[in-house]
């Protein structure tokens, strides 16, 4: 989250947007989806840490305090985030086959719940990222695409698994063509589409916005996607509009600590939710894959959008007051909790 892209709200915004709409975003979404599972195609890579006080100059050569490697990646930071607020998710995406960090990034997943039996390896490393974690919270990050960026072959089980699903979830970490065809393959199934807008900055294609159910970008993304300004809460709604005009059923805009904004479909009202209150904000890493991937979750438990709003800032709120991406993602229970206290 960058604090510079933060939204400076006005006070009627804010209490005009309190206002909670009840409404099913997704008619497609019924109880008789509750138990399919979600599946999640995407990135999975090892996020090597590297505490710095600042960039090397060219020619420079730094010493950092430590070096740690965490699990990451959009993909699998969503699935995992999904596995841990307790829905059944299964994870397609790609390991390293001779990269050591494979078994550690594998253990993480499962260990959160996430099937990965659909999930293949392939030659080369895995995904990485190099973390420059500098000394007043910046972050300089150089990716390697590695697997995530290698050819896909999805199988039969694969596509056989993405048609029964009870939503499928993507993001813009790996190839975009893989993107298409799981959202064309899930659209032909009448399964819903998620995607986070997360990851590459190009323009989406118009053959892939036209299936998407959900949209889900925060207000930097949502201007690179549009072209538009998003300096203000009416600004995020028309630069959304301009999304659904390019035919995404409904928009979800992450907006930090000011919260989120939903656009739940033609003809219904936006939905605003305030973000819930963190006594402290240590590491806002991975708090968007948490709360697009909790969203689904409570969407596809058949909540409403407004409690499916909650739901997911609640996830967030928990998220940000934790270290790392995958640790820090709250667990069903916590979430809960967080709910009942408000
Ligand atoms: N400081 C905070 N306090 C409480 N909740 C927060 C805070 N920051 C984020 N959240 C919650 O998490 C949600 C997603 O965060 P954010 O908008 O930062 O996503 P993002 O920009 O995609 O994040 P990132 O790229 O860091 O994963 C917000 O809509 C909000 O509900």
């Known amino acids: 989250m960058l604090a510079s892209r933060r939204l400076h709200l006005n006070t009627k915004a804010r209490v005009s947007s309190r206002r909670v709409v009840a409404i099913s975003p997704r008619a497609a979404l019924t109880d008789s989806m509750v138990q399919k599972p979600l599946v999640v195609v995407g990135s999975v890579n090892a996020d090597l840490v590297l505490p710095i006080e600042r960039l090397p100059r060219p020619g420079e050569t730094l010493a950092a305090a430590s070096i740690e490697t965490v699990p990451g990646g959009k993909g699998a930071n969503q699935a995992a985030a999904a596995a841990r607020a307790g829905y059944p998710t299964s994870f397609i ?9 494979a078994t550690l990034l594998r253990g993480a997943l499962a260990g959160c719940g996430v099937d990965l039996s659909h999930a293949v390896d392939v030659d080369g490393p895995c995904g990485t990222a190099l973390i420059l974690l ?4 910046e972050n300089s990050i150089i990716i390697v695409g590695g697997a995530n960026q290698a050819a896909w072959q999805l199988s039969d089980s694969a596509r056989q698994l993405l048609s029964g699903a009870g939503a499928v979830l993507l993001q813009r970490e790996i190839p975009e063509s893989v993107n298409l065809e799981v959202a064309l393959l899930a659209k032909a199934a009448g399964v819903p589409v998620f995607l986070d807008a997360g990851g590459v900055e190009g323009p ?8 998407l159910d ?12 549009t072209g538009l300004p998003t300096e203000g ?23 930090g600590a000011d919260g ?7 003809g219904s009202e936006p939905i605003r939710q305030l973000a ?8 806002t890493t991975g708090a968007g894959d948490c709360f697009t991937a909790t969203y689904a979750v409570a969407v596809l438990e058949g909540q409403d959008a407004a409690s499916a709003l909650r739901f997911a800032s609640a996830a967030g709120c928990l998220c940000v007051q934790r270290r790392g991406a995958m640790p820090s993602l709250p667990s069903r229970q916590e979430v809960e909790a967080l709910l009942a206290a408000q």
């Open 93 to 101: 995406g790609q390991f390293g086959r001779d990269d050591p960090n």
């Open 134 to 137: 500098q000394a007043g919270g």
């Open 204 to 211: 989406i294609a118009p053959a892939l916005l036209a299936c």
């Open 214 to 225: 959900v949209l889900s970008p925060n207000e930097t993304e949502l201007a690179r996607l």
């Open 233 to 255: 809460e009416e600004q995020v709604r028309a630069a959304a509009e301009s999304l659904m005009a390019a035919g995404v059923r409904s928009v979800l805009v992450k907006l």
């Open 260 to 266: 989120s904004l939903l656009l739940p479909g033609a």
């Open 276 to 283: 819930i209150r963190a006594p402290e904000v240590v590491d």
